[in-house]
């Protein structure tokens, strides 16, 4: 088993955003023909069966996507699973509706590679996504539209996932550049007033208002801070200090290039 670097603490109840209803956005039984379980068998690894993926509907057809939590990234313990190694290792991954285990997909090969992995001098730079062509297309299972548009700074946008209980929830986050910048980089860091499972909500989409796809969730973390707002040290014990709860996520953007669909 793979562990990824978090902190696993107690998810607290957090509301459904209101947001057009005519995209479905907070209907649960919407989302759960969108939201997928992993389902993977490898030759020398600890099988999957955690976690988020989903499909996009793209212009020259369908892939899917999910976090690469799951085979290894910069942020992960072990041995990374390298993309030019996954047609040797991996022996199956499923893609099913948690309700409905029948509506589902298998992936078939890794794409997109060239901006999945590149060789930096001695180390490789391992963006932590994954996406796959599929070997046939589900109709029972909805797809995403991708926004490849830059994300402003405070904007509003949603995470869907499953909670630790199996259940669709969606989180209202707050887009916080690092630096207070006009737009997000890469990676997507996103405030959410709560903290999330990393393991159940890896692999979730990321959507915005208009009910599109703007990145996928890639891990969860908390910042201790002091009443002036500035970070500190966990185990420091200082008065009047609290944690702020956030999750990174890998941008569309980044992940189909910045002139898709142009």
Known sequence: MIYTMFIVLSSLFFNTPKIDNSLNVSNSLYWEKIILRNEAKFKTRDDINYGSSFLIKLDTGIIACTARDFTGTLYTH????????????????????LNSPSNCVYVKSTILEERMEI?????????PFLTFSIQKSNNS?????????????????????YDSNNNIRII??????????????DDLRIRTGEFLDSWSYVGSPIINKEGKVIGVFNRAYSLKMNKKGNIISKNKIVSN????????ATTMRII???NYGK
């Open 78 to 97: 072990g041995n990374m699973l390298k993309i030019k190694d996954f047609p040797n290792e991996l022996l199956s991954w499923k893609m099913y509706q």
């Open 256 to 258: 189909l290039g910045k």
């Open 141 to 161: 299972i909805k797809t995403l539209l991708p926004d490849v548009s830059l994300i402003n700074n405070k904007d509003t946008v949603y995470i869907v996932g």
């Open 172 to 185: 209202t986050g707050t887009v916080e550049t690092a630096d207070n910048s006009k737009h997000a980089n």
């Open 119 to 127: 060789r930096r001098l001695i180390f490789y730079y391992s963006p």
């Open 241 to 248: 200090s609290h944690y702020e709860y956030f999750v990174n």
